[in-house]
């Protein structure tokens, strides 16, 4: 298969937290997402653009926060994150990028 212009459009980044990094043993990724992406075209998109086979994948809508930018009230943008298993044997290396 060949990466299509929407599959870079679907995933917009990996995220590498502390959280991220616990799934990650256990075979899981996590990526932000377009906001209106579904979990087939997620899947689809991380089996083309990185060639591994992908066992299920979970969705998350991570709601901005209020915050205060040098005394300027502000907010923080909504945030969808897709946790994406992989099958055994699979792997994805996030540090190294498309």
Do not use: C, Q, W
Not at 33 to 57: G, R, W
């Amino acid at each position: 298969m060949s990466a299509k212009p929407e599959h870079y459009d679907v995933i917009v980044k990996p995220i590498i937290t502390e959280k991220a990094t616990l799934a990650s043993e256990n075979g899981a990724v996590v990526f932000e997402v377009a906001k209106d992406s579904s979990k087939p075209e997620i899947k689809a998109a991380v089996e083309t653009l990185f060639n591994v086979k992908v066992k299920a994948v979970n969705t998350t809508i991570t709601k901005g926060k209020n915050k205060r930018f040098r005394g300027i009230a502000g907010k923080r943008s909504d945030v969808k994150k897709a946790y994406v298993t992989l099958e055994e044997g699979n792997t994805i290396d996030v540090t190294t990028g498309l």
